[in-house]
């Protein structure tokens, strides 16, 4: 019934006429489950979007600056459809990244969280191109109640409908463009291969593309019901609440649950004659809610020994992949043919290939270009492919990848190393909070954050040397007192270690 959806008008009147009184997110508020049906969801929607109108701000840039909320997404869908483009910004950036964006995309109407009070201060002291604001505890209520007349501007989805900043490990983010028609039928081929339903946990910020609308999108899809979580500080108690069916998350965090999984089964086993997976499985029940049975993973190398960990507990892990560049997922393994060690199968109405060992894409609606970045756009095509920066390779339609491209280690011999390869083995050891691998002094070298035993990190580096080709094998070690810097998706900033 999504086969010609094409803007988010469409999908409003759709899932409001397919689903109406089902709900469609619920959240926390002091402690008490809310909950907003597809119906509700439609009508407040609009109600924004007219209030908009209604302020006179029409085809104009509206950035958001908020951890995810219910009301936050609400303003997500209301902006596109009163015609006007939304620039997320990244919550967890710092006020003078923040402030960037906000100049850089020519943004004239900021909505913002209390969290970002200082922002809105600091944007309307110093740029004058910010014309309206609107605070969403504060305001969002006197939107919601517009049943004005006034028509919203008609759209085929096509034109530019918003700009994610990227959060690149290197420069500056940059802008990119994307439209309605893109996200929505990306994230609908993305659903024929994976298959969700009932309650989905949303964890991941809104403000990547990922899960603004692969994860949002695909629940509408599916009559689900998406939990907003309030972040990490409470996430157990909210899935044991909820208890979701699917959760979409970054390695990072799956390895957490399993860690978390490992310490409870560790109690468990204290306290009773339970075996290993016995008590890892009663853990898995007690922290995740005991109904998941799907999680998906993207935007960092999953490790596969956890994730194989995670499936002896009778939960799915799905790999995926894709970039802001690409509208999200281009790539995910199915539910009925899960290969773990690929990205995934090549997304319907998708090509795929490589060209000098790097994976490069093609479909009717990768991204519209970087915003004010002509000569960054050209250099991401060749021809009508995208090339996407990561290195890899193809079997039966499934997308491996070995490392990213720009991180590419020649050695003096000229034998190529990916470091990703070399860190996912030695972050096994235990020990190791963080790991680095590059080539310093002409010695392929690890850096490691640790606040344990250095010398008992070495003697594990050497055994793991021990399993390695001889030119991938670590020469030297150094340890850093503090954590990496990073991104806001938590990838390592490499240019500044």
Request: aromatic fraction near 10%; charge should be negative.
């Amino acid at each position: 019934m999504f086969e010609n959806i094409s803007t988010i008008s469409d999908l409003l009147f759709l899932t409001t006429s397919y689903y109406g009184e089902k709900t469609a997110f619920s959240y926390l508020k002091d402690g008490k489950m809310c909950s907003v049906t597809y119906s509700d969801f439609s009508q407040q929607v609009t109600a924004a979007a007219k209030s908009l109108v209604l302020k006179g701000i029409t085809n104009s840039k509206i950035s958001i600056a908020s951890e995810n909320s219910y009301e936050c997404l609400m303003w997500c869908f209301a902006v596109p459809l009163s015609g006007n483009v939304l620039i997320m910004l990244d919550n967890m950036a710092t006020l003078q990244e923040k402030a960037y964006m906000v100049e850089h995309s020519d943004t004239s109407c900021l909505i913002y969280s209390g969290f970002n009070q200082p922002l809105c201060d600091c944007i309307t002291e110093n740029n004058k191109s910010v014309k309206y604001t609107i605070c969403i505890e504060a305001d969002t209520k006197n939107h919601l109640h517009c049943d004005s007349a006034v028509e919203l501007q008609k759209t085929d989805g096509t034109e530019l409908s918003y700009i994610f900043y990227t959060s690149g490990t290197t420069g500056k983010p940059k802008g990119v463009m994307q439209s309605q028609i893109n996200l929505l039928r990306t994230s609908l081929y993305l659903s024929y291969s994976l298959k969700v339903k009932d309650s989905i946990f949303l964890t991941l910020p809104l403000n990547h593309i990922l899960p603004f609308a692969n994860v949002v999108f695909t629940s509408m899809y599916s009559g689900g019901n998406l939990f907003i979580s309030a972040g990490l500080k409470n996430l157990f108690m909210e899935m044991q609440e909820v208890r979701p069916y699917c959760t979409f998350l970054v390695p990072a965090l799956l390895t957490y649950f399993d860690k978390m999984i490992h310490m409870k089964a560790q109690e468990f086993m204290k306290t009773s004659d339970l075996d290993h997976l016995t008590a890892r499985k009663q853990a898995c029940s007690q922290l995740l809610g005991g109904n998941l049975k799907i999680i998906v993973i993207g935007g960092a190398p999953l490790d596969l020994e956890v994730a194989k960990r995670m499936q002896e507990l009778d939960i799915l892990v799905i790999n995926g992949y894709g970039l802001t560049e690409t509208c999200g997922s281009i790539t995910v393994n199915p539910n009925e043919d899960n290969r773990l060690g690929s990205i995934g199968r090549i997304n319907f109405n998708s090509e795929a290939k490589t060209i000098d060992g790097e994976l490069v894409f093609k479909n009717p609606y990768l991204f519209k270009g970087y915003y004010k970045d002509s000569k960054a756009t050209e250099e991401a095509f060749l021809d009508e492919w995208f090339l996407s920066g990561d290195l890899g390779y193809i079997e039966d339609n499934y997308a491996y990848i070995v490392g990213r491209k720009k991180n590419l280690i020649v050695l003096p011999n000229g034998k190529n190393i990916s470091p990703e390869e070399l860190e996912l083995e030695l972050i096994k050891i235990e020990e190791i909070k963080e790991v680095v691998v590059c080539l310093q002094n002409g010695k392929l070298t690890a850096k490691v954050y640790t606040e344990l035993d250095q010398k008992l990190i070495r003697k594990k580096i050497n055994e793991t040397n021990k399993k390695l080709a001889s030119y991938k094998q670590i020469e030297s070690v150094v340890f850093c007192d503090e954590e990496f810097p990073k991104t806001a998706s938590r990838k390592i900033k490499r240019g500044e270690i």
